[in-house]
């Protein structure tokens, strides 16, 4: 059965126009035991090995290359996108990569040492230093010319980089410019009254894509301090980089470390590490509610009938935080708020809080009269007064937990930690404790001399 699989996976990859396409490919090769892939790969010609190992939805392709030999393995890593070569480079094991990398061509070698300087998550370690450049003075017929001479060479063509002598970038031109041109006209005239768009190696991933967003860009130069290209982050780079960062930052919003891979290839052992810390901080953090409800034992003594009420009080306070936390970490990560803007959104939020907590406290004190008015329930000869306490509470909870979870992003963000870390099981732990201590405040404000 598996070497039927294996056949048919190896009979895909001989044929590009009856096979598979890459896609299917890969999920196939996903199926497979890790030795299996590599035989199948090994029954491949070069062109469909490496149009697979270079689709990042493959996500065993470093140890699939490692069960080949270095010879054969640097062979098709040599022909693979260099930023792509570099990330499944870094993922083997530190023997198998060096064995790989004494076969590999220098300049290849080279190429892949450049983009490792840099940072994962920066342009530098997005970028490719597959790009087409032509001298400034070239004519559009001549820069397609070149074109045409190194396509094949370069992982893709958006636009082309015009430089001066010294190697200085001054221009950059779309394909489609190029192809709609006169031959004879000088391919810079295209690029006249448009500096180009550029952004330094160091620069962090989501700055790239709101400058791609913006300028509304397939490819982004990346450059040195004296402008000369040092390669480019296309729009697919940045897809691929932003939706990582949003899977690890949706991870951490909900109280769990990031995790290293997907979900189903994660060890039973990491996934308990993952999630036991998070727990565990939120277990002692719950423990302050505890102490809180016991510094109102007395109160809840002689008016039993707000105990009732305490989940009511500590969800919506907690769903409010949770909900203002999830606006304000998404407004941080698009660059819709900045760190200064804080007091404009204490301003909206305040407000906001109370208005949203007078709905609540309307619908509660609703609930408690009709429950009493029909007989389903009784509330005691005081049941007015616990509504409004109930009313009031959420009013204060909700505007509580609307203000904090607004503001601890802010906050998070000043002291250098990752906004995101700012999980909605945090927030709500938080609108916990002080959500028990604003709704026994106003309970002996309003029930003094009564059930209190």
Known sequence: MVNDLIAGVA???????????????????????????????????????????????????????????????????????????????????????LAIRAELPAPVVASIDTLLRWPPDSAGGMMTTEYVASSADATVAEVLAHIRTVERSRETVYSVFLLEPQGRLVATVSLRQLIAAEPTSRAIDLARGHDPITVAPSTDREEVAHLIRRHDLLALPVVDEQGRPMGIVTVDDVLDALVAAHTEDTQKFGGVEALDGPYLETGFLAMIRKRAGWLSILFFSEMLTASAMQHFESELERAVVLTLFIPLIMSSGGNSGSQATSLIIRALALGQVRLRDWWRVALRELPAGMTLGAILGLLGMARIALWQTLGFYDYGPHWVLVATTVGTGLVGIVTFGSLAGSMLPFLLQRMGFDPASASAPFVATLVDVTGLVIYFSIALAILSGTLL
């Open 11 to 97: 009979a895909g990859f001989r044929s590009s126009r009856r096979g598979l396409s890459i896609a299917d490919l890969v999920d196939t090769l996903q199926s497979l035991s890790v030795e299996e892939a590599a035989y199948a790969l090994t029954q491949m010609p070069d062109a469909r090995a490496v149009a697979v190992l270079d689709s990042p939805e493959l996500r065993s392709a470093a140890d699939i290359l490692a069960h080949l030999t270095a010879a054969r393995a640097a062979a098709l890593l040599s022909q693979m996108a260099e930023d792509r070569a570099a990330d499944v480079l870094t993922d083997m094991d530190e023997g198998d990569a």
